[in-house]
Structure formats: structure tokens, C-alpha cells
């Protein structure tokens, strides 16, 4: 994509989970998660993945961990294949990829206290003698907008925007370097979702790290994001610079997921996208593209026919061959006040 050496290479990475049922309790289908994912994460960057629910997004992200081992392709980080790794040279690994998880609360173990939870990292990869991570810890809530007195209590003592700053304290305890935030704010309230986007985007700054930021909520991966990756049934769709991707969606599935973006400015409309048929199932995905069965302005072969990311911008993929007949089809347009606001005029 660039000559920049990516951080990470995600390399047709697939994850199928087999489905049972009969009173012999054979295999009778396979879910198809991850279905053939690729993509590159360059140092300091935030990808945001998006997606119905359901498109595979969180099993990504945790297959990239090695959480569920992968059934095959590559996850190249820092020029290491994490799919070939052992359980305990993965450990080591471990220490520089975290993962911040959807439910505060459930990822908390409620008999430990604060303290115990954000140290137990560190005594598990031996980092400092037992008053230097207690130093650490405090420095760590204090990082993450909490008083240190936090480290005393237990997690149910918390609301949940403050059990989340809790995993993320943890995260950092490691001094890791990737972060794959699985809908770390969908469990929260509005006001509390934009203090732990911005608590996160503050470190990332002033940490270097590296995110992969998995929500359904556009409006907020738009804010966070350098880059954005749309899924659908295991495949990536889409994947552009956020700027690009918003202004000028090209495959079919973005330009009817951001359709029903509503605008925050009175007066300002875009036509909705409505798609016909029935979301299509993930154990009955077409071999070809996963989006034909509902896609406006697919053909015939779309069903039988893989699309791969090709690049048809700077640094923008699309899995799509009728482009340019999305383009003609399914404009943006505005009902009213056009003029009003020239940078949302996309097309």
C-alpha cells in the first residue's frame, strides 16, 4: 500500500467455526467469520472496523490476538507470523499487543481489586519488583483520569466509564504498543463514550500507540480514525483514509452504511440508501462477493465471482468491479439546503 513497513500484516486471514446439530451431533455448517481478511496497520495509526453486526469484526480482532487461532493465513507483526507461534512464545508477544474488551465490567475479575488487576500483567512477563509496580499502578490511574485511592477497590465499586478506564490502565501496564479496542464505548452513555475516545486518542499521542478500533457507531470511528475498514460477512469491502471514505464512499454496502449517518446540522439531508432482500446470512454467503445478494447495482457474476481489494484512489481499496456504475446509481444528494454546507456535497 505504501513503502512504509507496516506494524502489522494481515494477510487472508481466515476463522470458521464449525456449526453441530442432529441427534448424532454432526457438523452441519460452518460460520465463516472471517472469511479471507487482509489489510496493512502502519505505526502510530488508528484503523477503524466497521460493519453490521455480525460481519465478522470482533473475531478479527481477536484472531489477530491469537485468541482464536486462526485456520489459516498470515498475522505478520513486527516481521514475526503469530499464527505459527507456540502458546508461550506468543506470551511473549502478548506483552506489546492488548486488547481493551466490548463489557468493562465482564472483563474485570470482580474478586480482585484494582491493584491486583492492573498488576497481574506485569508479574505474568516479570516487569519490577512489587514496590515498583505498585508505583506504577498509581501512575498508571492517574494517566487514565482516575485517583490513585481507585487502586483499593473493587470493580463494582466503579460506573462503567470508570471500569473501562480500568482496561485500559491494564492495557498500558505492559507498556504495549498495539491496542485492538473491541466496541470499547458501545456499553457506555454518549457523555461517557466521548471522554474514552478522547482519553484514547491522548494516548496515542502521547504513547505512540497503535490502534485498531472495532465499532459500529460511524460517527464515532470517523472522529478516532486515521483509516477506516468496512466488513461484510468476513470480507473487507472498503478500506480508505477516513477523510476519503466519508467524502466519497465507492462500494455499494458504504455508500448505504453511511447513508443513514444523520447530518448535526439543521436543514442538511442525504438521501437514504434503502437496500431490498434480506441480510444475508453468514452460513449461506455466496461464493462470490458477500454483498451481491442485496447489492443495487450488482450483475450475475458477482455471485459466482471473488472480489479482491483493488486500488482505485490514492490508498484507496475496493472489493467492487462496478464502481463506476455505484457511482451513477447511487449518488449523494441533498433534498435541501445544499449550498449550506459545501465539504458534506459528496457524489
Known sequence: MTSEEPLLRVRDLHKHFPIYGGILGRQVATLKAANGVSFDLRAGETLGLVGETGCGKSTTGRTILQLYP????????????????????????????????????????PRM??????????????????????????????????????????????????????GIARCLATNAKLII???????????????????LMALKRSRGLTIIFIAHDLAVVKHI???????????????????????????????????????????????????????????????????????????????????????????HHVACRYVDKAKEKMPWMRSEGADRSPKENWS
Open 70 to 109: 486462526p485456520d489459516s493465513g498470515e498475522v505478520i507483526y513486527r516481521g514475526t507470523d503469530l499464527a505459527k507461534l507456540s502458546p508461550a512464545r506468543m506470551r511473549e508477544h502478548r506483552r506489546e499487543i492488548q486488547m481493551i474488551f466490548q463489557d468493562p465490567y465482564a472483563s474485570l475479575n
Open 113 to 166: 481489586t484494582v491493584q491486583r488487576i492492573i498488576e497481574e500483567p506485569m508479574i505474568i512477563h516479570g516487569i519490577g519488583d512489587a514496590v515498583e509496580r505498585r508505583n506504577r499502578v498509581t501512575t498508571l490511574l492517574d494517566e487514565v483520569g482516575l485517583d490513585p485511592t481507585a487502586a483499593r477497590r473493587f470493580p463494582h465499586e466503579f460506573s462503567g466509564g470508570q471500569r473501562q478506564r480500568i
Open 181 to 199: 479496542a473491541d466496541e470499547p464505548v458501545s456499553a457506555l452513555d454518549v457523555s461517557i463514550q466521548a471522554q474514552v475516545v478522547n482519553l
Open 225 to 315: 480514525s486515521d483509516r477506516v475498514a468496512v466488513m461484510y460477512l468476513g470480507k473487507i469491502v472498503e478500506i480508505a483514509s477516513s477523510t476519503d471514505l466519508y467524502a466519497n464512499p465507492l462500494h455499494p454496502y458504504t455508500k448505504a452504511l453511511l447513508s443513514a449517518v444523520p447530518i448535526p446540522e439543521p436543514g442538511l439531508k442525504r438521501s437514504r440508501i434503502l437496500l431490498e432482500g434480506d441480510v444475508t446470512s453468514p452460513l449461506e454467503a455466496p461464493p462470490g462477493c458477500p454483498f451481491a445478494k442485496r447489492c443495487p447495482v450488482g450483475e450475475d457474476d458477482c455471485m459466482t465471482t471473488a472480489q479482491t481489494l483493488q486500488e482505485i484512489g490514492s490508498d
